[in-house]
Nanobody, 123 residues
Framework: QVQLVESGGGLVQAGGSLRLSCAAS????????MGWYRQAPGKQRELVAT???????NYTDSVKGRFTISRDNAKNTVYLQMNSLKPEDTAVYYC?????????????????WGQGTQVTVSS
Protein backbone atom coordinates (compact mmCIF):
# COMPACT_ATOMS: atom_id res chain seq x y z
CA GLN A 1 0.00 0.00 0.00
CA VAL A 2 1.29 3.43 -0.99
CA GLN A 3 0.00 6.71 0.40
CA LEU A 4 0.64 10.31 -0.53
CA VAL A 5 0.16 12.89 2.20
CA GLU A 6 0.06 16.57 1.26
CA SER A 7 0.49 19.59 3.48
CA GLY A 8 1.01 23.33 3.21
CA GLY A 9 -2.15 24.63 1.64
CA GLY A 10 -4.08 27.56 3.02
CA LEU A 11 -5.31 31.11 2.50
CA VAL A 12 -2.91 33.80 1.30
CA GLN A 13 -3.22 37.28 -0.17
CA ALA A 14 -2.31 37.96 -3.77
CA GLY A 15 1.43 38.37 -4.11
CA GLY A 16 2.12 36.05 -1.22
CA SER A 17 3.81 32.67 -1.06
CA LEU A 18 3.00 29.12 0.01
CA ARG A 19 5.01 25.91 0.02
CA LEU A 20 3.31 22.60 -0.57
CA SER A 21 4.82 19.29 0.49
CA CYS A 22 3.87 15.74 -0.44
CA ALA A 23 5.41 12.66 1.14
CA ALA A 24 4.96 9.20 -0.33
CA SER A 25 5.11 6.26 2.04
CA UNK A 26 4.66 2.52 1.87
CA UNK A 27 6.37 -0.34 0.11
CA UNK A 28 8.13 1.82 -2.47
CA UNK A 29 11.17 0.75 -4.42
CA UNK A 30 11.34 3.77 -6.69
CA UNK A 31 9.23 6.58 -8.15
CA UNK A 32 9.71 7.75 -11.72
CA UNK A 33 8.06 11.16 -11.61
CA MET A 34 6.26 13.25 -9.01
CA GLY A 35 4.14 16.25 -9.67
CA TRP A 36 1.41 18.66 -8.78
CA TYR A 37 -1.93 19.11 -10.47
CA ARG A 38 -4.75 21.48 -9.59
CA GLN A 39 -8.47 21.71 -10.09
CA ALA A 40 -10.43 24.92 -9.74
CA PRO A 41 -14.23 24.88 -9.27
CA GLY A 42 -15.97 24.07 -12.53
CA LYS A 43 -12.72 23.34 -14.34
CA GLN A 44 -10.82 20.24 -15.32
CA ARG A 45 -7.79 19.09 -13.40
CA GLU A 46 -4.63 20.50 -14.96
CA LEU A 47 -0.93 19.84 -14.66
CA VAL A 48 1.01 22.43 -12.67
CA ALA A 49 4.52 20.97 -12.55
CA THR A 50 6.34 17.66 -12.66
CA UNK A 51 9.81 16.47 -11.77
CA UNK A 52 11.51 13.20 -12.68
CA UNK A 53 13.84 11.14 -10.53
CA UNK A 54 16.66 12.76 -12.49
CA UNK A 55 15.35 16.24 -11.60
CA UNK A 56 14.05 17.18 -15.03
CA UNK A 57 11.19 19.62 -14.55
CA ASN A 58 8.16 20.70 -16.53
CA TYR A 59 5.80 23.58 -15.77
CA THR A 60 2.56 24.81 -17.19
CA ASP A 61 3.05 28.21 -18.80
CA SER A 62 0.93 30.13 -16.31
CA VAL A 63 3.23 29.30 -13.37
CA LYS A 64 6.64 29.56 -15.03
CA GLY A 65 8.88 31.98 -13.16
CA ARG A 66 6.61 31.92 -10.09
CA PHE A 67 6.49 28.27 -8.97
CA THR A 68 9.40 25.94 -8.32
CA ILE A 69 9.12 22.18 -7.97
CA SER A 70 11.77 20.19 -6.15
CA ARG A 71 12.21 16.69 -4.86
CA ASP A 72 14.02 14.72 -2.19
CA ASN A 73 14.40 11.23 -3.60
CA ALA A 74 15.69 9.79 -0.33
CA LYS A 75 12.50 10.90 1.41
CA ASN A 76 10.14 10.27 -1.54
CA THR A 77 8.95 13.83 -1.05
CA VAL A 78 8.08 16.52 -3.56
CA TYR A 79 7.71 20.23 -2.87
CA LEU A 80 6.07 23.12 -4.68
CA GLN A 81 7.24 26.60 -3.79
CA MET A 82 4.62 29.05 -4.99
CA ASN A 83 5.53 32.75 -5.12
CA SER A 84 3.72 35.80 -6.46
CA LEU A 85 0.42 34.00 -6.06
CA LYS A 86 -2.59 35.24 -8.00
CA PRO A 87 -6.31 34.75 -7.38
CA GLU A 88 -6.43 32.53 -10.47
CA ASP A 89 -4.09 30.10 -8.68
CA THR A 90 -6.95 29.26 -6.32
CA ALA A 91 -7.67 25.55 -6.58
CA VAL A 92 -7.36 22.19 -4.90
CA TYR A 93 -3.79 21.04 -5.47
CA TYR A 94 -3.17 17.32 -5.87
CA CYS A 95 0.12 15.50 -5.56
CA UNK A 96 0.83 12.66 -7.98
CA UNK A 97 3.42 9.91 -8.02
CA UNK A 98 3.83 8.29 -11.43
CA UNK A 99 5.58 5.05 -12.24
CA UNK A 100 5.84 3.87 -8.66
CA UNK A 101 7.56 0.50 -8.41
CA UNK A 102 5.87 -1.21 -5.49
CA UNK A 103 7.68 -3.89 -3.53
CA UNK A 104 5.34 -6.82 -3.88
CA UNK A 105 5.30 -10.33 -5.31
CA UNK A 106 5.27 -9.97 -8.22
CA UNK A 107 6.44 -6.37 -8.27
CA UNK A 108 4.16 -3.86 -9.96
CA UNK A 109 4.20 -0.31 -11.22
CA UNK A 110 1.31 2.03 -10.46
CA UNK A 111 0.34 5.69 -10.23
CA UNK A 112 -0.96 7.28 -7.03
CA TRP A 113 -2.74 10.50 -6.05
CA GLY A 114 -2.90 12.46 -2.85
CA GLN A 115 -6.15 13.61 -1.28
CA GLY A 116 -5.68 17.23 -2.29
CA THR A 117 -5.00 20.43 -0.39
CA GLN A 118 -6.87 23.70 -0.81
CA VAL A 119 -5.00 26.82 -1.90
CA THR A 120 -7.00 30.05 -1.81
CA VAL A 121 -5.54 33.36 -2.98
CA SER A 122 -7.51 36.45 -2.07
CA SER A 123 -7.36 39.64 -4.12
Amino acid sequence: QVQLVESGGGLVQAGGSLRLSCAASGSIFSINAMGWYRQAPGKQRELVATITSGSSTNYTDSVKGRFTISRDNAKNTVYLQMNSLKPEDTAVYYCAAEGVVVLSTPWRMEDYWGQGTQVTVSS
